[in-house]
T-cell receptor, first 114, second 111 residues
Framework: AQSVTQLDSQVPVFEEAPVELRCNYSSSVSVYLFWYVQYPNQGLQLLLKYLSGSTLVESINGFEAEFNKSQTSFHLRKPSVHISDTAEYFCAVSGTGTASKLTFGTGTRLQVTL | AAGVIQSPRHLIKEKRETATLKCYPIPRHDTVYWYQQGPGQDPQFLISFYEKMQSDKGSIPDRFSAQQFSDYHSELNMSSLELGDSALYFC??????????FGDGTRLSIL
């Protein structure tokens, strides 16, 4: 069984400040790791994925996450946030087999203010 | 690029009624997943299909059933609806070992 822990339910931050959203996972087998973002009344959009290779992965809009196997973490960071980054962020884990389901964390609400 | 299409976007039903949600995956995706997201909660896995065969089952009530058809679209059938079934229902699709892509969801409200 797999589980994901997002300790911070809400993270308030001022615009242009850096932010880190924490994610820790638990699994007895190899995993793939993901960050999804959900804007109000919308679906889940894939933000970042770690499947293999470099442990540091980046998105096109400035977010990055680093897979740390020893700490079983996949924290999400952005050096300078924008108002438009306000959303719910979900960390998720899946097995590496075909058709593996996603197990989500409880989400972190990122609230960016001026 | 084509995305996952879900219909309807909104659905209002009364207790004990039935509902059918539809999902059209991204072309050439061979796996479909269904998730339920209650208000203020994280998505919970319900059921998945790989090449039209059920591949995994999560916390799906016995009142719910699903299938994937020959054209790879999937339908989630829900009977004897209860107030607690009010939620966002997401469909996602993927191929091989690639990430799941989600539709915009169906918001089901039970009166």
């Amino acid at each position: 069984a797999q589980s994901v822990t997002q300790l911070d339910s809400q993270v308030p931050v001022f615009e242009e400040a850096p932010v880190e959203l924490r994610c820790n996972y638990s699994s007895s087998v190899s995993v793939y790791l993901f960050w999804y973002v959900q804007y109000p009344n919308q679906g889940l959009q894939l933000l970042l994925k770690y499947l293999s290779g470099s442990t540091l992965v980046e998105s096109i809009n400035g977010f990055e996450a680093e897979f740390n196997k020893s700490q079983t973490s996949f924290h999400l960071r952005k050096p300078s946030v924008h108002i438009s980054d306000t959303a719910e962020y979900f960390c998720a884990v899946s097995g590496t087999g075909t058709a593996s389901k996603l197990t989500f964390g409880t989400g972190t609400r990122l609230q960016v203010t001026l | 690029a084509a995305g996952v299409i879900q219909s309807p976007r909104h659905l209002i039903k009364e207790k004990r009624e039935t509902a059918t949600l539809k999902c059209y995956p991204i072309p050439r995706h061979d796996t479909v997943y269904w998730y339920q997201q209650g208000p203020g909660q994280d998505p919970q896995f319900l059921i998945s299909f790989y090449e039209k065969m059920q591949s995994d089952k999560g916390s799906i009530p016995d009142r719910f059933s699903a299938q994937q058809f020959s054209d790879y679209h999937s339908e989630l059938n829900m009977s004897s609806l209860e107030l607690g079934d009010s939620a966002l229902y997401f469909c996602a699709s993927s191929r091989e070992n690639q990430p799941q892509h989600f539709g915009d969801g169906t918001r089901l409200s039970i009166l």
